[in-house]
């Protein structure tokens, strides 16, 4: 199935789908299963998946194949268009999917001439069919790092987060609790957009910390890397996994100076005045871009 590469869209492929339904207009294509061929073509953002390395971060495509297939077998269509736009319809169904081109072909058409194939393609997109954009929550991550080669731990945070569309000033801070030999941190906060639940967000952030070689040993001990949601989309909970916002933030300068880079309306009313402002320098930007 050819595919216009001019827009530089993000695509996955699936190709040589077949399946045997009824589908036809003449008397013996509704007594008779024809064999047809899929060939789907999806337009997905892939950014986020190209650096999480998650399923959960694209489309799963055994999926879609498993649910065109089932929708192409029980469907009883008389016309390849109705079917081919109910394909589209199931593909467009998974939320990570913005387009796709579906091409559908009988195998063995039953007309007077020689013809190994007919086929019918179209291109339909959320809009077509009427569905939601898809759901994008905005959150705000606190990344510190005392152990090791803190900047580097830092980036790992980065770009393991996803889609990073702000960052702050890295801050070097003194450790705040716990053993008194720690070493300096090094602080900011990531504004990021993210389709995932907080639940969801909370586990990502927990594999980049276990990436990052992160040992919990001391309760405030220090750490290689340490990832905490301070905030998600006005969201309030509470849970013996997650509380959102984070319960401490606002008592925390090595928070709030990072968050207010980005965020100020996040930051408590007075929160500058209130919180002593020693211990804490900035190093300016880190040294990575921005998805």
């Known amino acids: 199935m050819s ?6 869209v993000d695509r996955i492929d699936i190709s040589g789908l077949r399946a045997v339904t009824i589908v036809g207009a003449l008397p013996h294509e509704r007594e008779i299963p024809q064999p047809l061929q899929i060939d789907l073509s999806l337009d997905v953002d892939l950014r986020d998946a190209g650096r999480t390395d998650e399923l959960g971060d694209t489309v799963h495509y055994g999926l879609v194949a498993d649910r065109v297939i089932a929708a192409v077998e029980e469907s009883k269509d008389i016309l390849l268009e109705r079917l081919v736009a109910r394909i589209a319809d199931e593909v467009l169904s998974f939320d990570r999917v913005d387009a796709v081109d579906v091409e559908l072909t009988k195998l063995r058409p039953p007309i007077a001439v020689d013809a190994t194939s007919t086929s019918v393609r179209i291109r339909r997109t959320r809009a077509d069919a009427d569905l939601p954009a898809h759901t994008v929550n905005t959150a705000y991550v606190a990344l510190g790092s005392n152990l090791g080669d803190r900047e580097s731990y830092l980036r790992l945070g980065v770009h393991g987060l996803g889609h990073v569309t702000a960052m702050s000033s890295v801050y070097e801070t003194d450790p705040v609790g716990g053993p008194d030999d720690q070493g300096h941190y090094l602080n900011m906060v990531v504004e990021v957009e993210t389709s995932l639940d907080p639940f969801a967000l909370l586990r990502r952030c927990q594999r980049i910390e276990g990436e990052a070689m992160r040992q919990r040993l001391v309760h405030w001990g220090p750490r290689t890397l340490d990832l905490d949601i301070v905030s998600f989309d006005g969201v309030s909970l509470t849970s013996d ?18 968050l207010a880079d980005i965020a100020p309306d996040l930051c408590p009313t007075g929160w500058d005045e209130r919180l002593e402002a020693g211990g804490i320098r900035s190093l300016g930007p880190l040294d990575h871009d921005v998805a």
């Not at 595919?3 to 530089?8: P, R």
């Not at 996994?241 to 928070?255: G, K, M, S």
Request: aromatic share 8%; glycine share 0%.
């Open 241 to 258: 996994e997650l509380t959102i916002p984070h319960p401490r933030f606002a008592e925390r300068r090595f928070v709030l100076q990072p």
């Open 3 to 8: 595919a216009t590469l001019d827009s530089m």
